[in-house]
């Protein structure tokens, strides 16, 4: 990566993650409960829990190593100030963070960020459908990279 490259990076289960939360935590009680349940139990778990990094070495050489990065969260937007208390914990600075909730973040990317000028655009997250979201959006315009916390 160079300067001229603008990270778009997945917060959850990507960067950081509470304890005990892993995809089959989520699967098992999407499953069982439904998604809004479950956001709601994760929610409360995120505001009384710390947040744990998954990879804070691997995280600053891909900070240095890029011109900007830009955290691209399915957290609602009501979450921000706790969000910003999270991403400091784990990294030591404060971050932009674009919200997409339970709206697709291919589309809420394009709606809100000019991509324009950088001349690569790499996109990180855990998560199979936002991964094909995004790509839906943009296809060869940017770099996909699947993380693995678990
Ligand atoms: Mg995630």
Redesign the pocket.
């Known amino acids: 990566m160079t300067k001229d490259t603008l990270v778009l990076c997945?917060?959850?289960?990507?960067v950081l993650t509470f304890k005990g939360v892993t995809h089959e935590w989520w699967n098992a009680n999407i499953e069982k409960h439904g998604h809004a349940w479950t956001y709601d139990q994760w929610e409360h778990i995120a505001r009384t829990n710390p947040p744990e990094a998954t990879d804070p070495t691997g995280f600053q050489t891909m900070v240095r190593n890029s011109g900007k990065l830009i955290f691209v969260t399915a957290r609602k937007k009501h979450l921000m100030r706790l969000t910003e208390e999270h991403l400091s914990k784990v990294t030591n600075q404060k971050w932009d963070v674009l919200f997409c909730g339970t709206e697709s973040k291919g589309r809420i990317i394009k709606e809100h960020l000019d991509l324009s000028p950088f001349d690569r655009v790499v996109f990180i997250?855990?998560?199979d459908r936002h991964l094909q979201t995004v790509r839906d959006e943009f296809g060869d315009a940017m770099e996909f990279y699947k993380f693995h916390a678990f």
Do not use: K, M, V
């Open positions: 997945d917060i959850d289960e990507t997250d855990d998560s």
